[in-house]
């Protein structure tokens, strides 16, 4: 296990959520959605980062999804700090994994304090515990990051990540916003590690086909339920149904039509109706699909068979 003791930079903390739409947000959690019938998982949330009217512990969130039949999600943080907290709260909980990484938009930041290759090598030593179950999340983001050097940290982290993902038989979980080709090119050059997931899929029916050709996977968020977001259900049209998982990004990306509304993992019931729904299929056979996907890639939750299933891969 990492060493998870509490110094200032290490203990376990919450963020507060930014309200982007400030006093037009309604901050009350929604009410809880019809459970489902076969269990599922959310494959990326982020529980350090309060939001809503009062927020909730890691345990009031996964008791309120526990009753809607999701039984587990990936908790995944961002830089150091969250990343502690991320494997402290799975070590706490264990209907939740670990992800750990340095996101593509504190790259910079850390390189240009000197501190990329020090921040990197903590994330190796996070990405050891039984309770990591993916490097992430990590890639590029040409949205709210620019300039030469800012770009160039972006890629040296990215590509760290890759590396620490590898050595250490992880799935990585990717952030790409406004970044396909580069993150495409940038797969293909390094290698790939097996179980690589475009976290909050933001491409279209293009990058779709090339992640199934590639055997990616593609996790979707609430916004694939947004009006302006026919990119989103194009790609999900031409994606393997055995490389499609479903995510929160909680507090974000809530669904409609709880647009504005506080997210959290209890919410991911709505999510994968929608996604059923304009897929045709029946919604109890495509939460099975959902959740074999997860606990393929991921492996199990529960703390004992997930020593054994570690001991097994590792041979």
Known sequence: MADLSTTDSQHPR?????????A?????????????????????THLEIEDGETGLEIGEHMDLAEQVNILGAITVGGDVASSRWQVWAANEDARLLAAVAIH??????????????AHLAQIAELAQDARVAAVGETGLDFFRTSGDEAIAAQYESFEAHIAI????GLPMQIH????????????????????????????????????AAEGWYCSFAGNVTFKNAQNLRDALEVLPPELVLVETDAPFLTPVPLRGRPN???VIPNTIRFMADHLGVEVDEFATRVAENTLGLYGPFDPTERTAWLEARRG
């Open 14 to 22: 919450k963020r507060e959520a930014k309200a982007e739409n400030g």
């Open 165 to 168: 993902a590898k050595a250490c």
């Open 24 to 44: 037009r947000r309604d901050l009350k959690y929604p009410d809880l959605p019809e459970p489902l019938a076969v269990p599922c998982y959310d494959n990326h």
């Open 104 to 117: 593509p938009n504190e790259a910079p930041h850390v390189a240009a304090a000197g501190n990329l290759d």
């Open 176 to 211: 790409d916003r406004d970044a396909h080709d580069a993150v495409v090119e940038t797969l293909r050059r390094v290698g790939a590690p097996a179980g690589t997931v475009f976290h909050c899929f933001s491409g279209d029916a293009e990058l779709a086909r090339i992640a």
């Open 264 to 266: 959290a993992p209890y």
